[in-house]
DNA sequence: CCATTAACCAACCACTCGGTCGGTAAATCA
DNA sequence: TGATTTACCGACCGAGTGGTTGGTTAATGG
């Protein structure tokens, strides 16, 4: 099936990666320093850096990653042709299921502060991402079905505040991703109130 | 008004504690190092350190203050008499106030990872008030006024989750800290759909 | 005027950081 | 077999880190 690779075994970018990540999250960026990365592996420094060529493009590596994930979903809803007010559900959905796939790589998105060139970057994407929620908010106020009382940047980004909070406490192991983006879903739009009437019965 | 000290004038350890807290913000606490902090208040880094004992101890005195601010914002609540539902309302709106006054605080606890003792020390408290958090939305559960379809605890984070995403946008020049707290309100307990009955009319 | 109090600084220290260099060990291909 | 490819390592480097030391400067209080 896969095709070995030429050369002594060992290795691959992808396994440095996902290792690198996994502490980047636990200690934080600036904390994990390479060295660690390069224990985590059960290699020395010096071989990390034949895997990679520097701290920051494992930074890059990952939010791109994440970054990548978010895009492909707004891009598949947007497709879609039906009321704004629909499309936004979908968009929470679908990053529910980005966030819980790509649980670690959009944990480092979202706890990039802009330090470097990378992570402005970085940064301008997210934005880019919340523009993009907001406008839907927008167009779903414009046709009655979202609650026009709310600003509707407020409103996007109180959304995917409780989206986003999803790397605090989500596990893999946790029930099915699906089910969870129907929680997140339901509550963001009928609300945790319960004396209320249900539009479907 | 205001005693004057004895000695040479000069700054206190509470301007010394919001520089450093701001900075810490901005650039992520593991980023800034002693030196830059001192630059910003225009001293040297060891007459930083005849301010404060050490690095971790500004961390641990910023977490302090908006751990008690939450707490105090619980122990209001609880002191109430009425509904559960009407104390975790009660909850929420708080919580958006203090997060909005004690800004800066409440950011750099939100972010704390745990990597020395005094952090998870933090992040023992902050699990507490979660926990006090998700009683309460159980409690609102049993008397009917939160629809029970959803596992508290999970509830609680959702609902919490978004109301820790004003650190992310939130600045205090942005209009009034009230108004934003009764948006929270509306939409974690209406949710954001319009095509609903209103039980006040 | 002088003791006291407090803010301040230059120089220094042991240590860690991200990253480099030159060379070696193990696999595949011809 | 021997060339090629790839993974790997020990030793090193300059720049910065949190923190210390010993001493100076400017204010207040008696």
């Known amino acids: 099936m896969t095709p070995r690779r030429r050369g002594r075994p060992g290795h691959d970018q992808d396994a440095v990666l996902n ?23 059960g290699i020395t420094k010096s071989t990390l850096y034949h895997h990679v060529i520097s701290k920051e493009q494992l930074l890059t590596m990952a939010v791109d990653r994440a970054l990548d994930g978010l895009f492909e979903a707004a891009a598949e809803t947007a497709a879609q042709a039906t009321t704004a007010t629909a499309r936004l559900e ?14 670690e790589f959009v944990t480092l998105l979202l706890r990039v502060r802009g330090n470097t060139e990378a992570e402005q970057h ?6 880019e ?8 908010v927008a167009q779903a106020q414009a046709e009655g079905g979202v609650r026009a009382d709310v600003d ?25 991703p699906a089910v ?17 009437t249900h539009p479907n019965g």
């Open 19 to 41: 290792a690198a990540v996994r502490l980047f999250n636990t200690r934080g960026y600036d904390a994990t320093s390479m060295f660690d990365v390069a224990m985590s592996l």
């Open 90 to 103: 979908q968009l929470v959905r679908r990053s529910v299921l980005v966030l819980a796939e790509r649980l």
């Open 122 to 127: 970085a940064l301008s994407r997210r934005r």
């Open 129 to 136: 991402f919340d523009r993009l929620v907001a406008d839907l």
């Open 152 to 176: 509707p940047a407020t409103a996007a980004r109180l959304l995917f505040g409780m989206v986003n909070s999803l790397i605090e406490w989500y596990r893999p192991d946790r029930g099915d």
């Open 180 to 196: 969870l983006a129907g929680t997140v879903a339901a509550l963001a739009f009928e609300g945790l109130r319960s004396d209320r």
